[in-house]
């Protein structure tokens, strides 16, 4: 029997062991957690003019766990030319682009926005399949908020949240979308998150030279919508709110540019992928082996476009030779009811004549202040 004693002792002693780990490691969690419960907080506000052009700032982008990200769009996109009764006149089902929530939509109608605000979270949710701190928790319920009349409609998590503000496509102003930035900065404590604000994105391209001689330029790729402007104007006026500043994006050969982010070939096929003649089309990046371009550059002469088709240019053809291609990215699929009406074109620069709205490589002003900083003329609405 007394082997026996020994053997009931060995037992309570391994019981003993055992409970004393379990106790160390809940411990231990418990230290975890609440140290990162105590990380620093911080709020990174990214706007843009419409919902659908936050890929040409998408680089300056936090994604860690200690930020939450706000991603305010100043429109929803309702006055979009492709809301139309017959449906979206540039729509390839066939070849994986998704149609709108209300094909028969048209244009200036709440309906219209809802379906670009719908591709808009659609598109954001795919990102955050990649970056998980910007998913939004299942307690982020769409809401629509009254702000003097105007219906603002949020998603507001724990984590990161969305808003659209609804200022009115095609009529923004920079000092518009400042106060409608700032109203929404008076909800942290309540609606948001009680957080400093650590950095501000405005993702708005604009390239107009006869508006903006001054920071804009022939060699770039040309778009003059005039809510771009006021976006890019208005985050230079908010730079001053965040600890770190703001991050404008302008184009290639703004002399304002100062930092140039790259998305990494992996993640900018995830959003522009086309897949042509059977396999990924790389033509975009191909071509541009060995081409650099920094902020501060002046223009020089650049490697032909060979996928715009010269018919397609001179208005021959109704369609680029890439129109036939396979949407495979994110925003191919979701956003490809907006193109025109061929599929978004990949590139590694917006540069003229290339159809490179979103670039793989995107330039920035970076200001901490918006004091000395050159304002382009919001003198007329124009919309390109």
């Known amino acids: 029997m007394k082997p026996r004693a020994n053997q009931i002792m060995t037992r309570k002693e391994i019981l003993v062991a055992v409970l004393c780990v ?29 919902p659908d052009d936050e890929l040409q700032g998408l680089t300056a982008l936090s994604t860690d766990n200690s930020t939450y990200m706000l991603i305010v769009t100043a429109t ?51 990102v955050a399949a990649r970056y998980p701190s910007l998913a939004l928790d299942l307690e982020a319920t769409h809401e629509t908020v009254n702000v003097d009349g105007r219906p603002v409609d949020t ?13 009115g496509d095609g009529t923004l102003t920079s000092e518009k979308v400042v106060a409608g930035v700032e109203k929404i900065l008076t909800w942290r ?23 903006d001689p001054k920071h ?54 995830d959003y522009m992928g086309l897949q042509h003649n059977g396999s990924s089309w790389q033509g975009w990046h191909d071509e541009f082996q060995g081409v650099e371009i920094q902020p501060g550059d002046k223009p020089r002469k650049y490697p032909q476009f060979s996928w715009i088709d010269t018919e397609f240019r001179e208005g021959i053809s109704k369609h680029s030779v890439l129109f036939p291609a396979k949407r495979l990215g994110a925003y191919q699929q979701f956003y490809g009811w907006l193109a025109f009406p061929d599929p978004w074109i990949p590139g590694e620069y917006q540069l003229a004549h290339s159809d490179v709205l979103f ?25 390109g």
């Not at 670039?359 to 919309?383: D, I, M, N, W, Y």
Request: aromatic share 8%; with cysteine.
């Open 216 to 269: 804009s330029s022939e060699a770039a790729l040309l778009y003059k919508h005039h809510d771009h402007l006021a976006v890019t104007n208005a985050g230079i006026k908010l730079a001053d709110k965040a600890k770190n500043g703001a991050w404008i994006v302008v184009n290639p050969f703004d002399p304002r540019a100062n930092e140039k982010r790259v998305l990494s070939i992996d993640e900018y096929e």
């Open 189 to 211: 404590g309540s609606k948001l998150p009680d957080l400093p604000l650590v950095a501000v994105t405005a993702a708005g391209y604009y390239n107009d030279p006869e508006v």
């Open 155 to 167: 998603w507001l998590g724990k984590n990161s949240g969305r808003i659209a503000l609804n200022l």
């Open 22 to 50: 379990l106790v160390v490691a809940i411990l231990c969690i418990g230290v975890v957690h609440v140290t990162h419960s105590e990380a620093p907080r911080q709020m990174h506000l990214f706007l843009t003019p419409h």
């Open 76 to 126: 929803s996109g309702e006055a979009t030319g492709n809301c139309r009764v017959a449906g979206p006149p540039g729509l390839q089902g066939d070849l994986g682009e998704y149609p709108p929530l209300a094909p028969q939509a048209v244009a200036h109608t709440p309906e219209c926005g809802g379906n670009r605000i719908h591709s808009w979270n659609q598109f954001w949710n795919r």
């Open 359 to 383: 670039a793989r490589q995107q330039f920035f002003l970076h200001t901490l202040t918006a004091r000395g900083v050159s304002l382009a003329p919001e003198t007329v609405l124009k919309q």
